[in-house]
């Protein structure tokens, strides 16, 4: 439990120290916040650091293909409700950036933690964490990540018998296959856009049966729990049946979602619905993500989406046509190299809004736009796009480093 009656060793100071020099030269330097290289630095002092860092915390790790970076930080405001909260609030959410993280967090009671997909396992072992949400499994980082179903895999072997109370959305196959080897599981139905990766059961390969909102595998049985809390509408659904009213700054269907996961995890720890959902409208803006910012004479709203299940819950919370947006994607290392993804993705959604293409796959993108019979033209530059728009609102999504870019240029 937390109270820091259990100072941390000479050897774990002196490695919290030189970590944190190292990330203040890095800022200095302007080479970014100087998180994940201060933690590098730390972690080879002491490679406990982090189960040190963590001992006298309650904590939360969150992990998903999208949304956690949002989740992390509504879990983040509700828990303040109970106490001082640490949290890799920035998203640098594999080992080095989450030591650095809870390095900085000496008054805290408790942790919230975003957690890479592929971490999930050893960060979990090094945390002892109270509670663990997980929201959902689609492709992403086709290159290099591994294939959806053996995340899952690894996910379910890593948290088998796991003493942390896992949060997990039921209507994701993948992620209910994964939570389902752990003693205390709490459902959630947070409901599921992108089906395209869990058409096959991963627990036998059967084909997955989809009647409705429902899904079972008609060959072994396999199949969704039901769910102790619900995303309906507007409202949380908690488990005594009470709807509790979702008020977000955040747009989207998505983020409501997020909510109803974050409402179930502050319970966890006391926090009850109405006070965990009432500080979550403190949250405007992730990371940049949804913020709206003047540029050249109009109103730029940025939103975030890395891959297919991302750009589909995107499409769906934009301003209808005739709003402009602004496509921009990337394909450097933190993106993934591989850009097949775009043709998983429905942009036939975006008919009736012109679109301008930017980005160092701009061309990728425009083949795609033209099989999906969209009007779009290609540009050099987010200036460039910016004033092919007439005034007022545009909507400009893009892809990871594609969004970095953006920020630096509008000065968000």
Known sequence: ???????????????????KAVAAASRAAGRGSGSVIGGRVALKLDPDLLARLA?????????????????????????????????????????????SALAGGSDARYGVIEVDEKYLAGVAR????????????????????????????NWREGLAGSKAVIVANCDDPLVVWAASSSPNVVWVAAGQMWKDDAWSCPSCGGVMQRPGDDWFCGECGFRRPTPSWAL?????????????????????RAN????????????????????????????????????????QGRDLRLLLAKNPAGWLETFSLIDPPPTPVILSVNARGADGTDTSWLWDVDYTRLSGHPICVIGDRRLDLAVRLEVADQNFQVHDTLDQAVQACPPGRI?????YTAFQDLRRRVGN
Request: net charge neutral.
């Open 1 to 19: 439990m937390a109270g820091n009656s259990d100072p941390l060793s000479p050897r774990a100071k002196l490695a919290v120290t030189a970590g």
């Open 55 to 99: 001992q006298n915390l309650d904590v939360t790790l969150v992990s998903a293909t999208n949304g956690k970076t949002t989740t992390t930080r509504l879990i983040a405001e509700a828990l303040r409700a109970a106490g001082p909260v640490v949290s890799n609030a920035l998203g640098a959410n594999m080992p080095a950036g989450i030591t």
């Open 126 to 153: 090094d945390t002892a964490p109270k509670c663990i949400a997980l929201l959902n499994l689609s492709r992403d980082q086709l290159d290099r990540a591994a294939e959806t179903r053996m995340l899952a895999e």
């Open 232 to 252: 309906s509408g507007d409202h949380v659904l908690d488990p005594h049946g009470s709807a509790w009213p979702i008020h977000l700054q955040l747009p989207g």
């Open 256 to 295: 409501k979602a997020n909510a109803a996961s974050s409402a179930a995890v502050a319970a966890v720890f006391g926090v009850p619905p109405q006070v965990a959902l009432e500080r979550m409208y403190q949250v405007q803006a992730v990371a940049g993500r949804y913020d709206v910012v003047q540029f």
């Open 395 to 399: 909507e400009v999504i893009a892809n």
